[in-house]
């Protein structure tokens, strides 16, 4: 045993037994004490310890204290303190076993500090290992292979933090880990910032049980029959080969016994919740796969009598064994009436089709103005079907309607895209010099009254005999009550001169105007106004393109 001044060489004082050492310093002169290799004799009792920066006992027999002592005062301060004075203990930090630590704080900075090696804590107030509770945090690692015992004395969970910028075990740098309550944890320094956790090894028993002891010795714990709640079966029985376990609402499970047939055998079960049943083995037919709901390719089967059946995808299927409507979902007409000779089936809103009759000769099918049905349509009077193509002679300075131009039109039967075609031919003598023109004309008179849509004026004639090809195109652009056309004119004379006979005639109108496509059965035709004194004919051969 040494006593360290504050200056000078440590001494040894003679110690016999039953000895009681009192250890003071008032006047800071006796620094510390430093106990070493030294055997004390029976009841040496250090009675108390005051203003000393250091005290330690480092490996001493007999010896023993009347009053526990301040950690924070006296042992921080000796950890790796004594240099040349000798050994401190096997791992850095002083042998010495310090009972009633409490622990404190919730964090790692407020946590109660462990400086020795053996430590007991009490005062662990955490319930559950999460959320927070008191703890005790480590001492700094001086050394690798340094150990460090905590007993957790509590009833409690308690944490215990690595000093600042250490790790226990795979936990993150400065995170604590929790001792269970009436646990014991073991650390060895792997490196100077990393505890590693002791784990004692697993042993069995004389009846084959795992048994599991703390390395404090206390406390044994051994496996026997695991209930349902904690993951096991609630029995040691060994069930027998084939046999299929199910809860049955106890702390064991239930068996279902084994097939013992040659026949695939399914289990079921009845009820559900609170009402479902035991499960049994049903028997089963037949052999291959099992079927499942959804797509099953069956080989062969024998269905019997089924009491529904539907063979939408089916193939094969003998129609005409087939009895009843087969719908339109179905690829069928919805209905059993035989069609009419020459019958039109139309789709409809329904689930059958609705049969349109023949028509009538000269009539044409045609999709009615609003697009929700098609209909027989028939030619009216004036008409290309009707008309004359003979050329008939015009007259001067009045407008004539060519002959074969007239066409009358259903109802609203005009649509966007409807095109007509006017191919006329053209005959002038040599009397007359005037111009003359052409107009496209739309109503519901079929006279030269009706509205010009579009107006084609030639160029200067002169006193020469001509002819001349004519093709004028209407090409409906809008409907309502202001439609439009695009009305455009393709022209030859024989002389293929501006300014011989005839004259020449422009490609596009020189004035157009809107028109009522709606109107009640309105004609389409062509006029032509000759010069005055001029002498012409005409014929035209109408056309429905669209």
Known sequence: MYFVPATGSPFTPSVVAGTTITVS?????????????ST??????????TNLTQFVVASATGITTSTPLNIGTWVTAVVGSQGSQGPQGANGLPSYVLTNVTAAGTTQGTAAALSFQYNT??????????????????????????????????????????????????????????????????????TTTLWASFVPSLNTDSTGQVVVTYTNGQTTFGLGTVATSSGGTGTTTSPSIGVFPYGASTTALAYLAANTTTTPQFVTSTGTGSAAQAPTLTTSTGSGSVVLATSPTLTTPALGTPSAVVLSNATSVPVNQATGTLAVGNGGTGTTSAPAVGSIPLGSSTSAYTPLAIGTAGQYLVVNPGGTTAEWRTLAAGTPATASQAAATLTAGSANIVSGSLIQLPTSDLTVGSRFKFTMGLTKTGAGTNTWKADVKFGTAGTTSDATIATFTSGTNTGIADQALLTITVNVLTTGSSATANCLAFYSNSYGTATTGLGSLGATPGTTATFNS????PYFHIDITPGSSAVMTAWCETERLA
């Not at 004390?40 to 310890?49: A, Q």
């Open 121 to 190: 804590v009490t005062g662990a107030t955490a319930t559950t290992n999460n959320g927070s509770g008191t703890g005790v945090i480590l001492p700094v690692i001086t050394t690798a292979g340094q150990i460090v015992f905590v007993d957790n004395a509590s009833s409690n969970w308690l944490l215990i933090y690595p000093a600042t910028g250490a790790a226990i075990d795979a936990a993150t740098t400065n995170t604590a880990v929790w001792l269970a309550p009436r646990g014991t944890w073991l650390g060895v320094a792997g």
């Open 25 to 37: 310093s008032t006047s800071n002169l006796l620094s510390g004490m430093y106990v070493e290799n």
């Open 40 to 49: 004390f004799g029976i009841n040496t009792t250090i009675s108390s310890i």
């Open 518 to 521: 709606g109107a009640t059965t």
